[in-house]
């Protein structure tokens, strides 16, 4: 088992790490290679030689003196020095063995008399190379710590986006502000997301449970009703003409087959918002809101238009259903429509319903378009629905920049409306 593959568990980690080595090491080649060039401590190459070269000349037919200046040089330098005749044999040598050392040839009257090669000693290499090897082993080391300090938070990140894959939408995102503002900002639009997430998913969830339990009574009755229908049939004609109501089955089998009907538009209207897949076009809302009063039976002298063009754009399937929820709110359970007002003002177009009903209760203007809220109405003539009509309408108006709203009229009733961005 690699004793280093927890430190390094990340490619992008592995990466980071290699090209900070990479870079830490061709660094110090280049700065070696550099001193290399200026020996004997970094002296100026060319004044030092001509230096050399001068003192030595003045000495060089001097054996004692010419010695004994090599000697000096050797020991408050600490370096090798070698002199040698002009066939490269040595004459002499102070210090450490200098064969190939740093040479400087030595003239005398335009005539070569000779070489002084110069070499560094050798004992200093290991102190030389010393500082530098414990700043390679330092650098290195800091650089894999902010190799990892750079790879933490898109650890973090990765793992969050692979627990939501695998179906935990509790899972978010950790991190602070040293880790680094940018990184923090795209931990908190993940956790936005699996928040939104988990809260659509649960929403679903709710839907379908609720659902699956009230289409159940409209299907049982509707069975009920086939079944009554089935033993008439079979009845003689005579009997069914005395019966006091013999179509009274098949209407209230009508009445269920339309309940699940608008059930199940309501159902693909809100799918469709999930799924954003609105399209957009250019509506009148004078002709959405008469086609709504006509698809609901009810008197078209009740809508009140605005004294100009209300033109906005929209789904307009999703427009005409979040009206049409709207006034069958209102028969069904405010005791009528009073009137479809389309109203208008910068940047939003507005259908209002006003109805006869009894009005809300205090913070009940709010709870109505919660899904699933349901209120016990006197006017509502025992028809009772899942309560998603509002709900809905709240979705549509949301997904076209809009709102809804509610609230009681002073001369008695309730209005309640939706509102679409232009």
Not at 41 to 47: A, H, Q, T
Request: glycine letters at 8%; hydrophobic letters at 45%.
């Amino acid at each position: 088992m690699n004793p280093f593959a927890f430190y390094f568990r990340g490619r992008l980690h592995r990466k980071i790490f290699f090209w900070f080595g990479i870079s830490i090491a061709v660094t110090t080649v280049v700065v070696l290679l550099a001193s290399l060039q200026h020996p004997a401590g970094g002296w100026p190459l060319e004044r030092a030689r001509t230096f050399l070269a001068g003192q030595f000349a003045a000495a060089w037919d001097e054996p004692d003196k010419r010695d004994a200046l090599a000697s000096d040089l050797s020991r408050d330098l600490a370096v090798g020095v070698r002199l040698a005749d002009p066939a490269g044999a040595t004459v002499s040598a102070f210090g450490a063995a200098c064969q190939h050392g740093w040479p400087t040839a030595i003239e005398k009257n335009g005539h070569l008399v000779g070489y002084v090669h110069v070499c560094q000693e050798h004992d200093h290499g290991p102190r030389f190379l010393l500082p530098i090897l414990v700043a390679v082993v330092m650098l290195w080391g800091a650089s894999g710590a902010i190799a990892r300090r750079l790879v933490r938070p898109l650890s973090e990140l990765s793992r969050v986006a692979q627990d939501i894959g695998h179906g935990h939408l509790k899972s978010r995102v950790h991190l602070s502000r040293r880790h680094g503002a940018e990184f923090c900002m795209v931990g908190n639009v993940m956790n936005e997301m699996a928040s939104r997430i988990e809260k659509q998913l649960a929403d679903q969830r709710a839907l379908l449970a609720t659902v699956s339990h009230e289409i159940r009574t409209p299907l049982s009755r509707m069975r009920l009703l086939i079944e009554f229908a089935r033993d008439k049939t079979e009845a003689n004609l005579a009997r069914l003409r005395d019966a006091q109501d013999p179509l009274g089955e098949l209407a209230e089998l009508e009445r269920e087959v339309t309940e699940i009907d608008i059930l199940v538009s309501d159902l693909l209207a809100s799918s469709r918002i999930d799924f954003t897949a609105l399209s957009r076009t250019k509506l009148d809302a004078t002709e959405v809101g008469k086609t709504a009063l006509e698809r609901a039976a009810i008197d078209a002298a009740k809508i009140v238009l605005p004294g100009e063009p209300a033109l906005f754009e929209g789904d307009a399937t999703l427009v005409a259903r979040a009206v049409s929820n709207l006034l069958e709110n209102a028969k069904r359970h405010a005791g009528g429509v009073e009137h479809l007002r389309v109203e208008t003002r910068p940047g939003f177009v507005t259908f209002v319903v006003e109805d006869k009903g009894p009005g809300f209760e205090a913070g009940e203007e709010h709870r109505v378009f919660e899904p699933f809220y349901k209120r016990a109405s006197p006017t509502s003539n025992g028809d009772e629905s899942i309560g998603l009509g509002l709900a809905l309408v709240k979705k549509i108006a949301e997904a076209h920049n809009g709102r809804v709203f509610a609230g009681n009229r002073p001369e008695g009733g309730a209005r309640v409306g939706v509102e679409f961005a232009r």
